[in-house]
């Protein structure tokens, strides 16, 4: 009966969402294997692959990568971590440099201090602003994911690096990258190679448009988190349903991509279509 009936319903589900295993051999050695980081260079790995183990997302979002590292933050990123990074780009050749992200430093902080760390920092940040000495903005009303030690057993949803938005940045760089190939040995002369890897492509389908509308939403986010005029419990609604726009932007991107080929009519209208 439990047998069964599990591997019935896990067979229908994968039928459906053919990527849902993509991660599962990674997640049978995050529970069965070993840590082969040693903890204090987690952090440091972590930042030069730009993912999280932890949350197992990226830590930068990728609308965020081509921004000053400074300026990389999220609604709930305290005002002390801004201002360490301000302080951190402020000195000589670390303006471009990704220790003055916000989230990168936040990368730190959990990384070698754990949650008291991060309670620590809010702690420092919420008296440093009831002083005076950094701004007090709105920030979106917390849910229950956002409360402190159940926050550590929960992924924030919907967010900026769901799944289905970081998969289609993916997929969207690759298919770029392939473009650009062509591209490059066109102007080379290549006609061959250029032809061999456009026929291995011709199944892509170059959603810019979506690629584009993702980036203006995660503007969109940074505007209402910020703005002084709109309540916290209203930018929690708006933030939330941007997100949850992104996430079908996302899926919708993925399903065109992952469609089977179509004539070069129908797949050249469906990408104007998109743009």
């Known amino acids: 009966i439990y047998g069964s009936q599990t591997e019935l319903n896990l067979y229908y589900y994968v039928?459906?969402?053919?990527?849902?295993?993509?991660?599962?051999?990674?997640?049978?050695?995050?529970?069965?294997?070993?840590?082969?980081?040693?903890?204090?260079?987690?952090?440091?790995?972590?930042?030069?692959?730009?993912?999280?183990?932890?949350?197992?997302?990226?830590?930068?979002?990728?609308?965020?990568?081509?921004?000053?590292?400074?300026?990389?933050?999220?609604?709930?990123?305290?005002?002390a971590t801004k201002a360490l990074g301000h302080i951190i780009g402020s000195f000589p050749g670390m303006h471009d440099s990704n220790f003055?992200?916000?989230?990168?430093?936040?990368?730190?902080?959990?990384?070698?201090?754990g949650t008291l760390g991060a309670y620590v920092v809010q702690g420092a940040s919420y008296l440093l602003q009831k002083a005076g000495a950094l701004p007090e903005p709105i920030l979106p009303a917390q849910r229950l994911e956002d409360l402190?030690?159940?926050?550590?057993?929960?992924?924030?949803?919907?967010?900026a690096t769901a799944q289905s938005i970081q998969d289609f940045y993916d997929q969207h760089e690759k298919t770029t990258k392939i473009v650009q190939t062509v591209r490059h040995l066109a102007a080379l002369g290549d006609a061959e190679a250029a032809l061999k890897e456009w026929q291995l492509a011709q199944d892509l389908v170059r959603l810019d448009g979506i690629h584009s509308a993702l980036g203006h939403a995660s503007q969109v986010v940074q505007l209402?988190?910020?703005?002084?005029?709109?309540?916290?419990?209203?930018?929690?609604?708006?933030?939330?349903?941007?997100y949850g726009q992104m996430i079908v932007l996302a899926r919708t991107g993925l399903e065109m991509m992952q469609a089977p080929r179509r004539p070069a009519a129908t797949r050249d209208a469906l990408t104007q279509s998109t743009r």
Do not use: C
């Open 148 to 159: 402190p030690v159940i926050k550590a057993f929960t992924i924030r949803y919907p967010a």
């Open 15 to 79: 039928k459906d969402n053919p990527d849902t295993l993509k991660h599962f051999a990674q997640t049978l050695v995050n529970v069965f294997g070993f840590n082969v980081v040693p903890t204090v260079l987690l952090p440091p790995f972590q930042q030069m692959t730009n993912f999280s183990l932890f949350t197992d997302r990226p830590i930068v979002p990728d609308s965020m990568k081509h921004i000053l590292p400074e300026y990389q933050f999220l609604p709930y990123t305290t005002e």
């Open 100 to 113: 003055a992200s916000p989230l990168m430093i936040d990368n730190y902080i959990r990384g070698w201090t």
């Open 224 to 242: 209402i988190a910020q703005n002084p005029r709109i309540s916290a419990d209203e930018k929690r609604q708006l933030i939330d349903a941007v």
